[in-house]
């Protein structure tokens, strides 16, 4: 196609979209070469050749333990909830007309949260250790994530609520989201009190996050998730394009505004709630990567979500890696490495005009 | 006869907005509506683009019923200017291109980027081809609106007060744009405006209404001083001057 393209199109319009062909690329690159760092990083002292190696199934036995159960799995955790999480930021941004929005800074995460704790402490969907190496098991993924998924989709819908009324600023929104996740993060809290008192402070993780709590099998469900989402997503692209023109334009252009800003709110909770329930709350993932993105290549989503999903999935592995070796052996809490980087950064879109420019 | 309009009635919360409007459009016309504030202007638009779904009447776009279509029918049909549309952060060329999306199945093709090119061509907006939507003048803006509406390969036309907010040259330039589409791609041209001077300039057809009915409908015949004074409230006297038809308050 693109060589048939050639004669009839501005040669600098190819150049163009080659260009952020070019940069996606390279952010996916960038993100495999980290991953391989990542697996490498850590107390263990392993050689990259060792890795190699051990992925390559030719290594004997603890190496094929650190590598296999426990790097491995937390490298593509990263990887996924960071894509997952950043293009629901990026789908949300489009479907509310606000670049404040993402699931951490609308409290949909919070509300998520809520649901899972719901599930594992009333309706023991999971059990609560007292040791903060792991300090819950969940038995039952499916009633975990539903749960969290409802606590999603009800903040998702108080968020939808306040869109439509008229005269909502971006702001006003966010400042909602706030109160939203304040709310459950509260209920969250007080549900923790009933679940045993000296159990508490194991369950710090699910306001600021955990890979390493991630099991192949976690990894597997939200892998699917995510993935599917995506496909949803870039499925979706020329409409969140046209949206992007104004809704009275979008519609001209044959979309069905309500259907598909239902529908992509709707999947972008379930990424939320799955990431959520396996791995806590991780903020400013979905803020960060589609807001970095959208200044390198602009607001064109055939680009903008593929890049958003790269860029998030390299945000969150490159702040896990830095969680687990920074003060090493101690691993900090990823949710506030990110949450470093992304609140200058909402402060800097608050101050600086944060409108399509 | 490419449009046609018969028995629309439209309501918000019972409130009649809208009361058996009917006209004609034929192609290669540039249709005007005109009318005072809240006659119902815009809501006519949107119900011929069926941004919303009038209570009573039909509407065909070539004896094809427009309420049969879907959505995404509707859009290789009818092009739509709003009044309003946001400048995001995409270049002129993607902005065109997104008149493509009723015709786009999974992504654009060769074609849709030679559609476009030769639309900005048309308008001499090639040089503007990479420039960001949100660093052009309003003039700019919206001739590439217009241009997205061009590349959507329309049978019919809606512009919603496409001159607002344009400077004297931008305003002729627009309607000099509109006019040419309408006789040189052979379609319906529907166009909302309030400037009575300059619907006489541009405009082959006339639809006055009032008060959501339909005062007078046709030619230039129709632009009595007696049928604009009874729409507007206004008494006015129509002029000529250095051979232009002008509207003159008295």
């Known amino acids: 196609m693109r060589q048939a393209a050639v004669e009839g199109v501005p040669e600098g319009y190819l150049k163009y979209t080659g260009r952020k062909v070019f940069i996606i690329c390279l952010i996916l690159l960038l993100t495999a070469l980290l991953g391989i760092y990542a697996v490498n990083a850590g107390s263990a002292e392993l050689s990259p050749a060792q890795v190699l190696l051990t992925l390559l199934g030719r290594a004997e036995g603890r190496l094929n333990i650190i590598v296999w159960n426990i790097r491995l799995p937390r490298v593509l955790a990263a990887v996924t909830a960071g894509i997952g999480l950043s293009v629901a930021g990026c789908v949300m941004q489009n479907l509310l007309r606000n670049p404040l929005a993402s699931p951490s800074t609308l409290g949909v995460s919070q509300g998520a949260a809520f649901g899972a704790a719901v599930a594992i402490i009333a309706l023991g969907a999971g059990s609560v250790q007292s040791t903060s190496a792991d300090a819950v098991i969940i038995n039952n993924p499916c009633l975990v994530t539903c749960s969290a998924f409802a606590g999603a989709m009800a903040t998702t819908l108080v968020v939808l609520f306040l869109a439509q009324v008229r005269g909502v600023t971006p702001e006003a929104m966010v400042l909602a989201g706030v109160a939203l996740g304040s709310l459950f993060s509260a209920a969250t809290i007080i549900l923790q009190f009933f679940a045993s008192d000296v159990q508490v402070a194991s369950m710090v993780f699910w306001t600021f996050g955990d890979i390493g709590r991630a099991s192949w099998r976690d990894l597997e469900i939200m892998a699917a998730v995510v993935a599917v989402s995506l496909l949803y997503f870039l499925i979706n692209r020329w409409n969140y394009n046209a949206l992007d023109g104004g809704e009275e334009t979008a519609k001209g252009l044959g979309v069905d505004v309500e259907k598909v800003r239902l529908a992509g709110m709707f999947v972008a909770s379930l990424i939320t709630a799955v990431i959520v329930s396996f791995l806590g709350i991780i903020g400013f993932i979905g803020l960060l990567g589609p807001q970095i993105m959208r200044r390198v290549l602009g607001g064109d989503h055939r680009f903008l979500i593929p890049a958003s999903a790269g860029m998030g999935g390299f945000l969150l592995l490159a702040s896990d890696t830095l969680a687990r070796t920074v003060i090493s052996p101690v691993v900090l809490p990823v949710g506030a490495i990110t949450s470093f980087m992304g609140a200058p950064l909402f402060l800097y879109l608050l101050t600086r005009g944060y409108g399509r420019r | ?250």
Request: proline letters at 4%; glycine letters at 6%; a positive charge.
């Open chain 2, 1 to 250: 006869m490419i449009l046609s309009v018969d028995g629309v009635e439209f309501s918000y919360n019972s409130r009649p907005v809208l009361r058996d409007v009917r006209f004609a459009v034929n192609r290669g016309e540039l249709f005007s509506i005109l009318g005072n504030n809240g006659a119902g202007k815009s809501t006519l638009l949107r119900c011929l683009n069926r941004i919303i779904r009038p209570r009573a009447g039909s509407i065909l776009i070539e004896k094809e019923d427009l309420f049969a279509l879907t959505r995404r029918e509707v859009a290789r049909q009818v092009g739509y200017v709003a009044q309003r549309h946001e400048s995001a952060r995409v270049t002129v060329f993607d902005a065109v291109l997104l008149g493509r999306k009723p015709h786009i199945r999974w992504d654009a093709t060769a074609r849709d980027l030679e559609i476009v090119r030769e639309v900005l061509a048309v308008l001499g907006m090639e040089e503007f081809s990479l420039r960001y939507l949100d660093e052009l003048s309003g003039g700019e803006l919206q001739k590439v609106i217009i241009a997205r509406a061009l590349a959507q390969e329309p049978r019919v036309l809606l512009l919603d007060e496409p001159t607002s907010n344009l400077d004297l040259k931008n305003q002729f330039e627009v309607l000099q744009i509109v006019k040419r589409a309408a006789r040189e791609r052979n379609i319906a041209v529907v166009v909302v405006m309030h400037d009575l001077n300059l619907a006489l300039r541009f405009a082959d057809k006339f639809l006055l209404l009032k008060n959501g009915a339909v005062f007078a409908c046709g030619g230039r015949e129709v632009m009595t001083p007696e049928n604009i004074a009874g729409v507007y409230g206004v008494p006015v006297a129509v002029e000529r001057m250095a051979d232009v038809p002008v509207v003159v308050p008295l």
